[in-house]
């Protein structure tokens, strides 16, 4: 069956300290791979996609990741973290080859340590 | 401006109660869904549409009933509302073609609370 793990649930980073939230999946076909961030009593805003092509998308908020297909993991990455940053992130993959049937992972809370 | 309107955005109700959640977007999108968020478990998927007059079956689907007599509108209906449904619940909407790459839209959340 398809899934999503995020294996960290919570993550406590220094504010200017780079940044690398994991994610793994398992699918059969080529994946459609998603990073969602959530603020506090938000809904979902996306930071990237992965479609095809390159496997090192950039995002919106300076942030980045890389899929690996080998290893079934599509890790997000920043390389110096504001305390802005502290929310909620969601990896997704699209199903059927569409960005529109998704399924998420449990989610990283990420706090920004002063 | 132009996006996925849910209504209301907080919610108490009784166990028993009935209760519709509203969603509608203004973008034309094909596809909308409706999914829960509850803590540790990331965002489930409820039922999903790819069109008006088609809906179907998420992940976590019992308890709730759908319909998409519009485009527009995608209503999410709870008809015996139980201490489980207690959740945050989240309307998407996106274009529906095999082979998409347009990501969902989200609405900003209902959050509903069964006493």
């Known amino acids: 069956a398809q899934s999503v793990t995020q294996p960290d649930i919570h993550i406590t980073v220094s504010e200017g300290a780079s940044l690398e939230l994991r994610c793994n999946y398992s699918?059969?076909?080529?994946?459609?791979l998603f990073w969602y961030v959530q603020s506090p009593g938000q809904g979902l805003q996306l930071l990237l996609k992965?479609?095809?092509?390159?496997?090192l998308v950039q995002g919106i908020k300076g942030f980045e990741a890389e899929f690996k297909r080998s290893q079934s993991s599509f890790n997000l990455r920043k390389p110096s973290v504001h305390w802005s940053d502290a929310a909620e992130y969601f990896c997704?993959?699209?199903?059927?080859?569409?960005?529109?049937?998704?399924?998420f992972g449990s989610g990283t809370r990420l706090s920004i340590r002063p | 401006n132009a996006g996925v309107t849910q209504t209301p955005k907080f919610q108490v109700l009784k166990t028993g109660q009935s209760m519709t959640l509203q969603c509608a977007q203004d973008?034309?999108?094909?596809?909308m869904s409706w999914y829960r968020q509850d803590p540790g478990m990331g965002l489930r998927l409820i039922h999903y549409?790819?069109?008006?007059?088609?809906?179907d079956q998420g992940e976590v689907p019992n308890g709730y009933n759908v319909s998409r007599s519009t485009t527009e509108d995608f209503p999410l209906r709870l008809l015996s509302a139980a201490p489980s449904q207690t959740s945050v619940y989240f309307c998407?909407?996106?274009?529906?073609?095999?082979?998409?790459?347009?990501?969902?839209?989200f609405g900003d959340g209902t959050r509903l609370s069964i006493l």
């Open positions: 998407a909407s996106s274009p529906y073609e095999r082979y998409s790459n347009q990501p969902q839209h």
């Open positions: 699918y059969g076909a080529t994946p459609y």
């Open positions: 992965y479609f095809s092509g390159d496997t």
């Open positions: 997704a993959v699209g199903l059927y080859s569409s960005a529109s049937k998704i399924i």
């Open positions: 973008m034309n999108h094909e596809y």
């Open positions: 549409s790819v069109g008006a007059g088609i809906t």
